[in-house]
């Protein structure tokens, strides 16, 4: 098992950037497989990107893809999502996530989750 905690969100204006991180403690990082997903008021959640232990593998969801990117620093026990031109849309509780051997969109997948970050984009 990892614990999980994400920081970095707050209000930002359309077409601004934010970066999330996901600072993790527990089990080794480096082999775990990581995702940022979110959920809105009243949606499912919703996949965001994920990246493989060693950060060769990296997946988008076509809602974000060009705009976000998706990075980790296993030194640091950290994974990122660098956000870029945010929209309105973008607004949600971001969540990471851990897996021992999934990378990919199917959040029931992934073992271990942090409590949320709030990012709001008002235009």
């Known amino acids: 098992q990892v614990q999980l905690v994400e920081s970095g969100g707050g209000l930002v204006q359309a077409g601004g950037s934010l970066r999330l991180s996901c600072a993790a403690s527990g089990r080794t990082f480096s082999s775990y497989a990581m995702g940022w997903f979110r959920q809105a008021p009243g949606k499912e959640r919703e996949f965001v990107a994920a990246?493989?232990?060693?950060?060769?593998?990296?997946y988008y969801a076509d809602s974000v893809k060009g705009r976000f990117t998706i990075s980790r620093d296993n030194a640091k026990n950290t994974v990122y999502l660098q956000m870029n031109s945010l929209k309105p849309d973008d607004t949600a509780v971001y969540y990471c996530?851990?897996?021992?051997?999934?990378?990919?969109?199917?959040?029931?997948?992934?073992?271990?989750w942090g409590q949320g970050t709030q990012v709001t984009v008002f235009s």
């Open positions: 996530a851990a897996s021992t051997y999934y990378i990919g969109s199917y959040y029931y997948k992934y073992d271990d």
């Open positions: 990246i493989s232990w060693s950060g060769g593998n990296i």
